[in-house]
């Protein structure tokens, strides 16, 4: 009688306990058979909107955007495009303020959708090591923005549809007639190749303590993505 009341012991108690296990693993990190989940970077600190202003007059109107105007410019001068503007220091003054405006808008868009899209688009330096790593985290901050509280990556709409904002002012704005949605999707791509461009720029460029990115919350380690973790 007593063997036949342990069998039934034994046979009860293992239903009985695995609802205990499963609320146990809640708390445990070595759940069998379970995925690992995405790793929180517990670091992230949401910038404050001071930051975020800062950032942005930087992005749209600091030196950077100065000198990338600049460069576009000089080959927009040298390609004769658009030709209507012709050569000599009037028609490069032309190009740069196009290339300008074109670009303070795209900024303008990419900050005004975060916003409404409670994304932060700015750019964290990653905490991994080697060029591979560092360069796929550019790469991948350049299509992707922080959301929350834990900052967790998702795609960014206002990342990707930025770049072809600010193109798209152009060519229905103040550039020759003759262009239209075509030429404007193709200048977008050049302004979304030169975001991720500038992107890698933080990332690899010179970021100590006297540097014009150490003043802002671009060169901040805290928040960037590691080898390990997923994007």
């Not at 970077?41 to 007059?57: F, G, M």
């Not at 868009?109 to 080697?130: I, Q, S």
């Not at 460029?205 to 590691?226: A, E, F, I, K, T």
């Amino acid at each position: 009688m007593l063997l036949l009341l342990a069998v039934a012991d034994l046979t009860v108690l293992p239903p009985l306990a695995k609802p205990q296990l499963l609320a146990d693993s809640g708390d445990s990190s070595t759940t069998v058979a379970s995925p690992t989940p995405a790793r929180l970077d517990l670091t992230y600190t949401r910038p404050t909107e001071t930051t975020k202003i800062r950032n942005y007059a930087f992005d749209a109107f600091g030196p950077y955007a100065l000198a990338g105007a600049a460069l576009a410019a000089g080959i927009g001068q040298a390609d004769d495009r658009p030709p209507d503007w012709k050569q000599g220091a009037v028609g490069y003054g032309e190009r740069f303020g196009s290339d300008l405006g074109i670009a303070a808008i795209g900024t303008t868009t990419r900050y005004a959708l975060a916003e409404a899209f409670r994304e932060d688009t700015l750019y964290y330096r990653c905490d991994c090591k080697g060029v591979l790593p560092r360069a796929r985290h550019a790469v991948t901050s350049s299509f992707t923005a922080r959301h929350g509280g834990d900052g967790h990556r998702v795609f960014s709409f206002p990342a990707l549809f930025a770049p072809y904002a600010g193109a798209m002012a152009a060519v229905y704005g103040w550039y020759p007639r003759r262009y239209g949605a075509r030429d404007a999707f193709r200048m977008g791509n050049y302004s979304l190749l030169g975001y991720l461009g500038g992107n890698i720029g933080l990332e690899f460029l010179y970021s100590g303590p006297h540097s014009l990115v150490s003043r802002m919350h671009l060169n901040m380690g805290h928040g960037g993505l590691d080898a390990g973790s997923p994007p």
